[in-house]
């Protein structure tokens, strides 16, 4: 007999979601705006994962004995956030492409499954315009059971079908695009058909046709120590030492007025002026806004010099959409 023991922490039992960095870097895409993009994701996004994680606290702790009424709402707010965040990922991280280009390989696919890429493309496009007004989800989804791709409309994060996974995700709910479009969800599904990154489609297709799952699709670079959102939070809520700092450029600075709660912001092109406020007895955690590239390259350069310094994994953004506090920052700081 096996004398393996499974050990369940509080936060397995809880399955608690963690906020997954924005994979598309949002101020690239074309004709889709950053502040979209970034107010989808941290507010829309970011709420599904602070739903989810809420609803399952309570059903943890739910009684013996809870009424049923209780347990099927609860377990009907847990499916529907599990299908928006797993949906939202999905759609961020199949965006920052070329749309035009289709690969050989995914136009070879298309046109076995659907007779052509514009017969796939005109049932897509049409299904996303009959949503107009509406809200839902339009997916190209590749069905295990039946070993074939085929577009489905999932009315709502909740309607995802049976034994298939989705490999391009379009999200049809009016906080998609208003910011950008108003109500004109016709040059919304222009704009995402054009910014569809073929390369992750060609992933997710090739992953679930050989029965494996879909890739996790996260920017993050492994190549240097980092925190999540997440860790950070528990840190500061245990009381350790942690500085903070906010390393965003100052172009981007400049059209901000907050920043995380307790941090502060210094200028990530000059170094040399600041790291001597630094105590290189505390731990430094160092964010950017998505986490891409300006936090890692101060986390490196407050490394080369001998701090314990370690860049948070989606940056603020990933702070905000997972509910952390923001203040004000201080004029000139
Ligand atoms: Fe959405």
Redesign the pocket.
Known sequence: MSNIKLVLTRKDITMQQEITPIPVRPWTLNGLSERLIVS?YEN?YGGAVRTLNAVRRELAGLEAGAPGYRIRALKREELTAMGSVAL?ELYFANLGGEGNKIPDQIRAVLEEHFGSVSAWRREFVGAAQSLAGGSGWVLLTYSRRDRRLWNQIAFDHSQAAVDAAPVLAL?M?E??YHLDFGANATAYIDAFMRNVDWAAVTGRLAAVSADRSLPHEDPSDKSLPSLSVEELSAQLAKGERVQVLDARPRHHISRVTDLMEGAIWRDPDRVEEWIGELSTDEPVAVYCAYGFHVGCNVTKALRERGFDARYIRGGVSAWYAAGGARAMRPAGG
Do not use: E, S, T
Request: net charge negative; proline share 0%; glycine share 0%.
């Open positions: 989808h829309n939202h999200d709910y906080h998609a």
